[in-house]
């Protein structure tokens, strides 16, 4: 079966230092996709970033990193030179990408950053 | 470009009332989404959808739910009769066909917070 975990339940961080949210995932499946929600505290589910199984590369989007290591089945989250803003949940994300586009979210890091 | 829109983002109704969701995806999206959120369970996929057709509703919970798609602008999740244990935040989100540089990126609507008393 399927499974996405969460370790962190909250995590505190410095203004201005980079912080990492743990993911690890389970699927037997050789395609599939990892993403990175953020839902702050208004509500919204926001996309940050997207890793392909097949994908060399660690993926990357501004501030956002995406620490992949396939052997492993962790994709952690690297949220560098944190910002005030930048505290929300976020949540860890996968699709399979074979006998539909089924996607399944783990339970989520509440990150806090400090002034 | 707008955004998956839901409606209503606020309800509070009865229990034994009927509830009905409402939401339109990204236009071009060949995925639609609903999901449920609560503090308890975190973000549970209820049913999904390719082209208007159901692909997976292995996660609706139970009978008194009901999703339908009639076109490729419009799906509603419909709740009757609705019980206190609904109360949570429903969201649609829609995804277009998976390409090599996104996935199925899925975007998400603002939600509907529906409370049952």
């Known amino acids: 079966a399927q499974k996405i975990t969460q370790t962190q339940p909250g995590m505190f961080v410095q203004e201005k230092e980079a912080v990492t949210l743990d993911c690890t995932y389970d699927?037997?499946?050789?395609?599939?996709?990892l993403f990175w929600y953020k839902q702050p505290s208004s509500g919204e589910m926001i996309f940050l970033i997207y890793?392909?199984?097949?994908?060399?590369q660690n993926a990357t989007e501004g501030r956002y990193s995406l620490n992949f290591q396939k052997a492993r089945k962790s994709a952690n989250l690297v949220i560098s030179a944190s910002q005030l803003g930048d505290s929300a949940m976020y949540f860890c994300?996968?699709?399979?990408?074979?006998?539909?586009?089924?996607?399944?979210f783990g339970a989520g890091t509440r990150l806090f950053v400090k002034a | 470009d707008a955004g998956v829109i839901q409606s209503p983002r606020h309800e509070v109704t009865e229990m034994g009332q009927e509830v009905t969701l409402r939401c339109k995806p990204i236009?071009?999206?060949?995925?639609l989404f609903w999901y449920r959120q609560t503090m308890m369970r975190g973000l549970e996929l209820l049913i999904y959808?390719?082209?208007?057709?159901?692909?997976?509703d292995s996660g609706m919970p139970e009978d008194r739910f009901s999703a339908k798609m009639p076109n490729a602008s419009f799906s509603t999740l419909k709740i009757q009769p609705s019980e206190p244990r609904d109360s949570a935040v429903y969201f649609c989100?829609?995804?277009?066909?998976?390409?090599?540089?996104?996935?199925?990126?899925?975007?998400f609507g603002e939600g509907s917070w529906l409370t049952v008393v």
């Open positions: 699927t037997s499946d050789p395609s599939y996709g």
């Open positions: 994300a996968m699709t399979l990408n074979t006998g539909g586009f089924k996607t399944i």
């Open positions: 959808f390719n082209n208007n057709v159901p692909i997976d």
């Open positions: 890793q392909g199984s097949y994908d060399q």
């Open positions: 236009s071009g999206h060949d995925y």
């Open positions: 989100a829609s995804s277009p066909r998976a390409n090599r540089y996104s996935g199925n990126t899925i975007y």
